[in-house]
């Protein structure tokens, strides 16, 4: 097995190396990431700057570029073959509901997938300083050796969240629908030591629903919530609605 991991928190976070540690277990691991933290960069591509890569020891590269960029050059460039499989994370903090569509552990394996590669997203449900990775890794290497054994539908990628707990405390895995938040839009306004304006979004933790199937009820009950994603984002019960429109 030839096993590409990257992220969006950066090369030199601690969830990234507890993921490639593990997948070790299961084949030969390249590392392509972001060489600094790029969380909530989504799906964005680099395309007015040059991407540089910087090997910083074996196996291991980092790219000044968005994690989907990192998915593109190790696929094209750093990886002497395609890769088996493509994980993203483990990445500090849930990416539960709609946070999805502002992660960027989530786009890299949505990126890979798109490329027709067997992707799977890690994250880890705290935003405490976390001590257990290396518990939420053992569980990443459970759910990929499922991924290489039975495969994936076609056009399916995973978004795998782990409940942050010690080694054999956490429930087993369900497969969960994407649950919904409420999001309040908080802005937090403040004033600089030079007397501007400042603002800083995103400062507090969004509601959700708590809704029984989802991935927010799974985690909240310390199941490890595995939820196939795929892309196509039309919303296919309103094609009759909107077929009635009069144009
Ligand atoms: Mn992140």
């Known amino acids: 097995m030839n096993i590409m991991v990257t992220n969006d928190d950066g090369i030199h976070a601690a969830g990234i190396r507890a993921l490639a540690e593990a997948m070790a ?13 790029r969380s909530a960069a989504g799906h ?19 790219v000044d570029g968005t994690p989907t960029d990192c998915v593109n050059m190790g696929i094209h460039n750093m990886l002497p073959v395609t890769p088996d499989l493509v994980v993203s994370g ?26 027709g590669i067997p992707a799977i997203a890690f994250s880890l449900a705290t935003f405490e300083p976390s001590l257990h990775f290396a518990a939420a890794a053992e569980i990443a290497v459970q759910v990929a050796r499922q991924v290489i054994a039975n495969g994936l539908p076609p056009d399916t990628f995973l978004n795998v969240n782990i409940p942050d707990c010690p080694p054999g405390s956490m429930l087993p895995p369900l497969i969960t629908r994407q649950g919904k938040r409420s999001f309040i839009g908080k802005i937090v306004d403040k004033t600089d030591p030079r007397g501007r304006k400042y603002f800083w979004v995103g400062s507090e933790e969004p509601n959700h629903n708590d809704e029984p199937g989802t991935d927010f009820h799974a985690i909240n009950r310390r199941h490890v919530s595995i939820t ?7 919303n296919h019960k309103t094609l009759p609605i909107l077929a009635k429109w009069q144009f």
């Open 228 to 234: 196939p994603l795929h892309l196509d984002l039309t």
């Open 25 to 37: 277990q299961l084949g030969t691991v390249t590392v392509v990431a972001p060489d600094r933290e």
């Open 44 to 62: 964005s591509l680099t395309l007015h700057s040059p991407l540089r890569v910087f090997e910083l020891h074996k196996g291991w590269y980092a």
């Open 90 to 115: 483990i990445n500090h903090g849930a990416n539960l509901g709609d946070d999805v569509t502002y992660s960027g552990t989530v786009a890299a394996a949505m990126e890979a997938n798109l490329m």
